[in-house]
């Protein structure tokens, strides 16, 4: 019976009881773990994730499929954060911002999931998509289109919240958005 030779930088899992049998099991879960994820529909993700990302005492990130579906389930997520935590005011900016980013994620990254977060601090509210890419955005300034072309998805951010950036993170990049907030007292 021939076994599986160590490559350059790997140890010799044969001489290592149970070694391997743990990464494996572990990239199994995973990869079980993200089908069950992709099979699942928009309401049942919804149902999922609402309580955690409401939860401000947290923070939590909920992973959605990458893919144009994942769009309506996050605004309806970020909607229903932003109502539970009484921030009417910045619902219609909240939905259409998480719509771009979720968009530009799922169109431009080639990961099998984006994440998602929601996060509030004394005046801010931040919304970030995160995605496997390590490419970071870029706003390109061309001349105006049509409203129905692609390629404002930047410019609507910039234009719509009060900060914006991107970070690299150690294995992908979060975009992110932040909402000035009026706290009450």
Not at 9 to 21: K, R
Not at 140 to 165: C, F, H, K, T, Y
Request: proline share 5%; with cysteine.
């Amino acid at each position: 019976m021939m076994g599986r030779m160590a490559g350059w930088g790997e140890t010799d899992q044969s001489s290592v009881p149970g070694a391997g049998t743990v990464a494996e099991a572990s990239w199994i879960d995973v990869q079980c773990a993200l089908s069950v994820l992709e099979r699942l529909s928009s309401s049942e993700l919804e149902e999922m994730y609402f309580g955690r990302l409401c939860d401000q005492t947290v923070p939590s990130e909920v992973r959605l499929p990458s893919r144009p579906e994942s769009g309506p389930v996050a605004r309806r997520l970020v909607l229903s954060v932003l109502e539970s935590w009484d921030l009417h005011q910045h619902l219609e900016a909240g939905e259409l911002l998480t719509s771009e980013l979720v968009s530009n994620a799922v169109r431009h990254a080639a990961g099998r999931t984006i994440g998602l977060q929601v996060s509030r601090k004394p005046g801010w509210v931040r919304v970030e998509v995160r995605d496997s890419s390590r490419a970071l955005p870029c706003m390109i300034m061309a001349e105006p289109r049509p409203v129905n072309e692609r390629g404002r998805g930047l410019r609507i951010v910039d234009d719509l919240s009060d900060r914006w950036g991107a970070d690299l993170l150690p294995r992908g990049k979060g975009v992110w958005f932040e909402l000035k907030i009026r706290e009450l007292h």
